[in-house]
């Protein structure tokens, strides 16, 4: 079991509240990602629920058991950080036994166990290396082969990506995604990178300034951003916003609408524009175009014949138009 429940969950330095009291479910078996720009509490809200970090007010409940004071090795969890933290004079077998070994746990179950983590991560070929002769993915797999031997309720991630490279990126993520359809335990995953959050998680948690701004399956926070900020922050390229008497002939103090749900032409259309930048990609190009309305991204396929200094028209999708009022939040 692995469900967990913050309850009114508060934490402050002095006078600062960097989480102001929230409440969140996170259900038995889920992958639930906290995403957010770089000090919106993503990472403190992770170590509140690792123990690492002592709450100011609140509770946090594990499978139905209070946990909030409880110290991080009695919470049955097991962290995975950004750093791997392998010890360089020890084998990978002995690196992901440790903790077993340190618990007092018998010879023939800790081979046991470090032999399954090495066949779910792929590192039966390499106990026997030491950390210097492992690629930089290879390393992450260990560290999270030291987590999973602790048979934990949840594991828990902060950043476990950011060090590596774009290609090992993909390749992690790929992994461990599927690792926890073959698991099935609960995973709580923190990331500032929304591409993550929305290819790995069951439900994201969108958090600016300590506070939840939504949450939601990736579709959900995708098709129906509960306000400006969310809208911005899922999706890339990001949503391109318009205000002024185009949104208000919306009812709409602000309307938004995706650079991929914007067609263009070079004959007519709703807005027009110059292309200033065309990022050609391969499959998709990326164009940005300067309106009467602003700066304007289109998402169009990798063989549009479009170029700097063209003069294009841009439609969006009417149905697709994202409507926002004065305080920034969907209007339905």
């Known amino acids: ?61 594990i499978d139905g058991a209070d946990a909030t004071q409880l110290a991080p090795a009695k919470r049955g969890l097991a962290m995975v950080f950004q750093s791997y933290a392998l010890y360089p004079h020890m084998t990978v077998r002995k690196n992901i036994a440790f903790p077993l070994k340190m618990a007092g746990v018998p ?27 492992l690629s930089g993915g290879q ?75 939504q949450v939601g399956s990736p579709l959900e926070l995708y098709h129906r951003p509960r306000n400006i ?27 938004g609408i995706r650079p991929e749900h914007v067609t263009i032409s070079k004959d007519s259309g709703a807005w027009k524009g110059t292309v200033t930048v065309s990022e050609h990609l391969g499959s998709d190009t990326f164009l940005h175009v300067e309106t009467d309305l602003g700066l304007m991204t289109v998402r169009s396929g990798g063989d549009v014949d479009v170029h700097h200094g063209d003069t294009v028209w841009l439609t969006p999708e009417a149905d697709k138009l994202h409507r926002f009022d004065d305080k920034g939040l969907r209007i339905a």
Do not use: W
Not at 108 to 118: L, P, Q, R, S, T
Not at 169 to 177: A, D, F, G, P, W
């Open 1 to 61: 079991m692995g469900k967990i429940s913050l309850q009114k969950v508060e934490k402050r330095f002095g006078d600062v509240s960097v989480i102001p009291p929230l409440d969140l479910e996170v259900e038995d078996g889920e992958f639930v990602v906290f995403v957010g720009p770089s000090g919106c509490g993503k990472s403190t809200l992770l170590r509140l629920i690792a123990g690492l970090e002592d709450t100011t007010s609140g509770k946090i409940f």
């Open 107 to 133: 010879q023939a179950e800790i081979e046991e166990k470090v032999d399954y983590a090495a066949r779910v991560l792929n590192l039966s070929n390499y106990l026997d290396r030491r950390p210097g002769q």
């Open 139 to 213: 390393r992450q797999r260990v560290a999270i082969g030291r987590a999973i031997v602790r048979s934990p309720s949840a594991f828990l991630f902060d950043e476990p990506l950011s060090n590596l490279d774009a290609a090992l990126r993909v390749n992690m993520r790929l992994e461990i995604t599927e690792l926890h359809q073959n698991l099935k335990t609960t995973m709580i995953y923190v990331t500032h990178d929304q591409v993550e959050a929305m290819t790995m998680a069951d439900k994201i948690v969108v958090l600016q300034a300590g506070v939840v701004e």
């Open 229 to 255: 900020f969310v809208a911005g922050f899922i999706g890339s390229p990001k949503m391109n916003f318009i205000e002024g008497a185009e949104a208000a002939k919306q009812d709409a103090k602000t309307i």
